[in-house]
């Protein structure tokens, strides 16, 4: 079997994947106005992409067809960890506002505050 079927096929899925790594492209570019945990994260998702993309183009080649799935392979797992570090930092960030707006939060919340909004329906006191 020729390797065009397929290489169209993820030449495709890497362009229609640009909903996913244009916007983690710019996480990146973003620096420091995003959170920490979104770098790797970001990272992750263009690993992936950029594998699927180089694996097309390795496709197109009279390359063997095991070659590009040699390339996807890493690629996939290096945007697999990448992802879980970012979920773990993700984490950490996450506890560490927990705590800072706890520190913030009044010793004392008075019961009607803590009981929510006005309950719809609700007659009396």
Do not use: Y
Request: charged fraction near 15%; charge should be positive.
């Amino acid at each position: 079997m020729s390797h065009i079927v397929p290489a169209i096929g993820a030449a495709a899925l890497a362009a229609a994947g640009n909903v996913w790594w244009l916007p983690a492209l710019a996480d990146l570019r973003a620096g420091d106005d995003r959170p920490r945990s979104a770098r790797p994260t970001a990272l992750g998702c263009l690993a992936w992409w950029l594998g699927t993309a180089l694996t097309a183009a390795l496709w197109f080649t009279p390359a063997p067809g095991r070659l590009g799935l040699a390339l996807l392979a890493p690629a996939a797992l290096a945007g697999g960890a990448l992802w879980f570090a970012g979920c773990v930092r993700r984490g950490a960030e996450l506890r560490e506002a927990a705590r800072t707006w706890a520190a913030l939060a009044p010793a004392a919340v008075p019961p009607q505050v803590r009981g929510g909004g006005p309950r719809i329906g609700r007659t009396g006191p």
